[in-house]
């Protein structure tokens, strides 16, 4: 049996196209999804990649989960901290519910997901975590301290797991997408969009195969000696 790989929200948008990169790469794939069971029974049969459903903001439920996949599929051998919501709006109409709900599930994710699979990866000495952190956690964005502040948190988190699995073959890494032609992004009303895709160098949004090929990379052999990294994907619109 191959090396087995889990992608959250992995079954629609950037997700979608890294459960498709990583399979064709070799891996035996498993998408995780939240929402909707006929979208993801859709997925399945035009990729042929298994789905399971949980929420990855619930730490329980992240733990089942992954033990699930392990009883049924097998040990998880990579994770892709793929999933993740918006709640924009600025400070002053932002919620709490909306601040801690993106927290949860965008950072808090990464954590539930890490702490179910990672003593595993130890214990068989090859272990990778790719973290899909954003742009807009490196740079801050107008009407989004909630994403921007998880986000940053995925990069900090990136690099102190980094060197907790460095020695037992673990690597951990990031990738900071600019704006990607997805439904998240869709949501941007289409002037302020206009405004970002216009400080973008490369003059256009990216696609979800171009994160995916970074992802793909990042969960390689040839990939053993990157670690604690983030690989910036946005078309220039910001060198870090
Ligand atoms: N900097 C400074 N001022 C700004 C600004 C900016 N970037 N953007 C807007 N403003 C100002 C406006 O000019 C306006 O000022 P006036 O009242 O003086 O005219 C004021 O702020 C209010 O602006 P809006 O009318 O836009 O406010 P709103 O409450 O209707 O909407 C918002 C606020 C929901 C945050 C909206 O601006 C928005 O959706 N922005 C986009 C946020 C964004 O980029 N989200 C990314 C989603 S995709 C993603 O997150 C994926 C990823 O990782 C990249």
Redesign the pocket.
């Known amino acids: 049996m191959g090396r087995i790989a889990i992608v959250t929200g992995g079954t629609r948008g950037i997700g979608r196209a890294i459960s498709e990169a990583l399979r064709d790469d070799g891996f035996t794939v498993v998408a995780n999804y939240a929402g909707n069971s006929e979208k993801a029974k859709a997925f399945t049969d035009e990729t042929g990649i298994a789905t399971y459903r949980w929420d990855v903001g619930d730490h329980q439920a992240c733990l089942a989960g992954c033990e699930q996949v392990a009883a049924e599929v097998g040990p998880i051998d990579a994770v892709v901290n793929n999933a993740?919501i918006?709640r924009?709006?600025?400070l002053m109409?932002m919620s709490y519910d909306d601040w801690d709900e993106v927290m949860r599930v965008n950072l808090g994710g990464c954590f539930n997901m890490a702490k179910a699979t990672f003593a595993g990866m130890k214990d068989r000495g090859w272990g990778r975590v790719v973290n899909i952190g954003?742009?807009?956690?490196q740079a801050g964005?107008?009407?989004?301290v909630n994403?921007a502040a998880a986000?940053s948190g995925i990069h900090g988190f990136t690099k102190a797991l980094a060197q907790e699995g460095a020695r037992f073959g673990i690597t951990v890494n990031a990738i900071a997408?600019?704006?990607?032609d997805?439904e998240?992004?869709a949501?941007?009303?289409p002037p302020?969009?206009e405004k970002?895709v216009a400080r973008i160098p490369v003059g256009r949004l990216g696609q979800a195969e171009e994160i995916a090929r970074g992802v793909s990379f990042l969960c390689s052999d040839n990939a053993a000696f990157v670690t604690g990294s983030t690989m910036s994907i946005n078309g220039g619109q910001h060198m870090y």
Not at 134 to 137: F, L, M, P, V
Not at 177 to 180: D, E, K, L, V, W
Request: glycine residues 18%.
């Open positions: 993740g918006t924009d709006g600025t109409r954003s742009i807009n956690g964005q107008y009407g989004q994403y986000k997408p600019g704006y990607i997805t998240m992004v949501a941007v009303p302020v969009l970002i």
